[in-house]
């Protein structure tokens, strides 16, 4: 992730000695939240999909409604964090919730907000110090990796004066206790160097959280996974080298810590399409992009190239590792993304209950990587479906028919990016439209069913000028300082970073195993 940018700070108000002047301060302190806060209601209102009926809900509606947790949800890859109580969110606006403590003793909790899609998901963290880095230190001290089926993989990272970077990987399971994150055992296996093991380190290894992957069978086993490649010196071959831990997810449900053990290995990597120099080429230049769980394999993606498709059944002994190219005219010679760009333009998605894996390439007509289109420039979206590990394409649709199609006001003439596939639905496509021309820009989510050409949502995601959403209840002066000094700032930081450096939302199912067992929820943990 991008370094988040610098805070505002507000001014601490001062304290007064007569009372009238104390009221006279809270009761403008009080307005403010009315008037913010009514803005911020109106706001989330009008980012709701419509629903059918009208009134309101009766509270057993609005009870049930909340038990129902979505199938499936977009989950924003930022993390919010709110490190004291009063600004981290409660059961009722974020109910998925868990803690954990680090290898280094620091207690830490998370929460989860869940929304039907197009609507967006959040998490949240607490991370108090001097456990964690201060939130004015460079670098995101939490952060979720993947997901896959009942379980997320998170990333909890310090730094210590005498040692070097601390990292620890955690699993949160949607099917046994919901509100306790297992430990992974510390990968202490060495790293390849030249076709050569390292000695082992003296201190855990650090993996490559942008190279990790999470598969889970059912409810019977997880494995967590590093790949990466190799090509010898005067030699046609390339190698993945793997780093995998494989764990028994039926362990005890108020064990902290998962079992297993770390197992590095080094295997050739197989061709699907002609064994040739041109794949050995592309997988010189290859770069990890995302990794993602289908069937029996891990999948790791360079967006500009293809998948790695590495087996993780348990009765294979040494995983086998294959690939198989993107169905694209060309493939840069090259690893540099801004180069391309087309991670923000193409996606992979898993969808038909796991079944079935899309990839999702919007082709722009001008060629640039990460502005407006060009006037008289627009773009083709083409869907394509892996049959027996072939490619078939489902449909083409241009920019001229979507626009033909749908009123400007429905659908902004501009480029769309980011494609995720509804997993329930799979003739719809999410996108995220940006609206260029300022540092910190307006961003939407919009809905496309692609068998009619027609969208079906268009809901604004980030406002550039908001700074009220998310607010706790504000009663004092204090209160108010602590919303101004933490809340604006991440709301802030959110609107620089997906300015900056846009990430892919990412497809969730675990808030759908919590509604299954919803009635035979373990208690927490403390």
């Known amino acids: 992730m991008a370094p988040v940018g610098s805070p505002r700070r507000s001014r601490t108000p001062v304290a007064v000695a007569r009372s009238d002047t104390v009221c006279g301060y809270i009761l ?17 209102a009008s980012r709701a999909p419509p629903l059918a009926g009208s009134g309101s809900p009766s509270p057993s509606v609005a009870v049930s409604a909340a038990a129902a947790f979505p199938k499936w949800v977009l989950l924003e890859p930022f993390v919010f964090r709110r490190d004291d109580d009063d600004s981290f969110p409660d059961e009722t606006k974020a109910p998925i919730r868990a803690s954990g403590f680090t290898s280094w003793g620091a207690r830490f909790s998370i929460a989860f907000s869940v929304a039907e899609p197009p609507l967006i998901s959040h998490l949240y963290a607490q991370l108090p110090v001097p456990g964690f880095p201060g939130p004015d230190e460079a670098g995101p001290p939490l952060a979720i990796l993947a997901t896959h089926g009942h379980l997320a993989l998170l990333r909890v990272a310090t730094h210590k004066p005498t040692l070097h970077l601390l990292q620890d990987l955690f699993i949160y399971s949607a099917h046994e206790n ?9 990968c202490n296996e060495p790293a390849f160097a030249d076709g050569q093991f390292l000695g082992r380190p003296a201190t ?24 990466s490649l190799y090509r010898p010196r005067c030699h046609f071959m390339i190698f993945a080298d793997i780093c995998l831990l494989r764990s028994c997810t039926s362990s005890a449900s108020h064990n902290r810590r998962c079992d297993g053990r770390w197992k590095s290995m080094r295997v050739e990597i197989l061709s699907t399409d002609d064994p040739d120099d041109t794949d050995l080429r592309q997988l010189t230049f290859w770069q990890t992009e995302t990794v993602v769980p289908f069937r029996k394999w891990l999948c790791w993606i360079d967006y500009n190239r293809g998948i790695l498709f590495c087996n993780m059944m348990s009765k294979v002994s040494t995983p086998t590792v294959s690939f198989l190219k993107f169905p694209l005219d060309k493939f840069p010679l090259t690893s540099t993304r801004i180069a391309t760009g087309n991670c923000w333009y193409r996606g992979v998605s898993v969808v038909g209950h796991g079944r079935e894996l ?9 060629g640039i990587f990460f502005k407006a289109l060009e006037p008289g420039t627009g773009f083709t979206i083409t869907c394509h479906t892996l049959v027996g590990m072939v490619w078939k394409k489902d449909y083409t ?48 989510v919009v809905a496309i069913d692609m068998s009619t050409k027609t969208v079906e ?30 809340n604006i700032r991440t709301i802030r930081d959110l609107i620089g970073q997906k300015s900056m450096s ?22 927490c943990v403390p």
């Open 397 to 444: 649709v241009t920019s001229d028919e979507l626009w033909d199609a749908n009123t400007s006001d429905r659908l902004p003439r501009g480029i769309l990016m980011f494609p995720r596939v509804d997993i329930d639905r799979p003739h719809v496509v999410h996108f995220l439209y940006i609206e260029f021309g300022h540092v910190n820009k307006n961003m939407w």
């Open 178 to 186: 919901p509100c306790l994150l297992k430990i992974l055992p510390p």
């Open 457 to 486: 949502s268009l809901s604004v995601y980030i406002d550039r000028k908001d700074s009220c959403i998310d607010m706790p209840c504000i009663k004092t002066l204090e209160d108010l300082a602590r919303f101004q000094r933490h």
């Open 28 to 44: 403008l302190a009080s307005r403010a939240y009315n008037f913010l806060a009514s803005r911020a209601y109106n706001l989330l």
């Open 502 to 523: 846009p990430m892919p939302f990412l497809p969730c199912e675990f808030p759908k195993f919590l509604s299954r067992g919803l009635s035979r929820r373990l208690p």
């Open 204 to 227: 855990p290894r650090l993996l490559n959280t942008a190279s990790l992957g999470l598969w889970c069978r059912g409810n019977e086993e997880l494995v967590v996974a590093e790949l």
């Open 358 to 366: 899309k990839f999702v390439n919007v082709a722009r007509q001008d």
